[in-house]
């Protein structure tokens, strides 16, 4: 069960697919974080497997998974800025992150809490997302690559990512500061918001 502030180790956001690479990267993903994750945390990977559909509910609980999340997994292709949706969650993980910071104040040096995972379009990442920490290059993916969890080429990176979520609720607890507070009146961003935010997120 989970302890502490946290109720989800991170939240993932990608494009969702129809076909068997994005779908079978996803699941090998987050079955071998989560193997690493138990060693570590008793909080799960929060993913929707649903495309995000119009609707306060389903909206509602989108946003607090992310509010509730440790760190924020974005899975980038470039098909990822092309999706309202996806813009939609990571606008709110940016909210998440800079709140998160001025939380930890100058315990924050050196941290972030957006993940990257590049699975497609290297020379392509936005800043937004090439200018983060921890990014992590799973780009040489493909049907035929050995399951990540067994994988020597992906093990020590998936290991890297668990041990960064783990330090991160650490720093949380260890100071005794409740980053989910408010994590009920946390929304998405809306619509108009995203149109407005969007240009800057493609400018390279």
């Not at 939240?11 to 193997?35: E, M, R």
């Not at 309202?84 to 924050?108: D, H, I, K, S, W």
């Not at 997302?129 to 035929?144: G, K, P, W």
């Amino acid at each position: 069960m989970p302890t502490g502030y946290f109720k989800h180790a991170c939240f993932v956001s990608y494009v969702h697919g129809q076909h068997d690479l994005v779908n079978s990267f996803i699941t090998q993903l987050t079955t071998a974080l989560s193997n690493e994750l138990e060693a570590w945390l008793d909080e799960q990977i929060y993913i929707d497997r649903d495309r995000l559909e119009p609707g306060d509910k389903h909206e509602t609980r989108l946003a607090q998974a992310i509010c509730e999340s440790i760190c924020l997994l974005v899975v980038y292709s470039p098909r990822y800025e092309r999706h309202e949706y996806c813009m939609r969650e990571f606008a709110a993980m940016q909210r998440v992150e800079a709140r998160r910071l001025a939380l930890l104040g100058p315990a924050a040096q050196g941290r972030g809490f957006i993940i990257p995972i590049l699975l497609r379009g290297g020379d392509r990442v936005p800043k937004e997302i090439r200018e983060h920490i921890h990014f992590v290059d799973f780009s040489r993916f493909t049907l035929a690559t050995p399951d990540i969890a067994r994988n020597p080429d992906y093990i020590e990176p998936v290991a890297r990512i668990a041990k960064v979520i783990f330090e991160h609720a650490e720093a949380f607890r260890e100071r005794a500061l409740d980053p989910c507070a408010a994590c009920t009146e946390f929304r998405l961003a809306d619509h108009a918001e995203v149109a407005d935010w969007q240009p800057r997120f493609v400018n390279r």
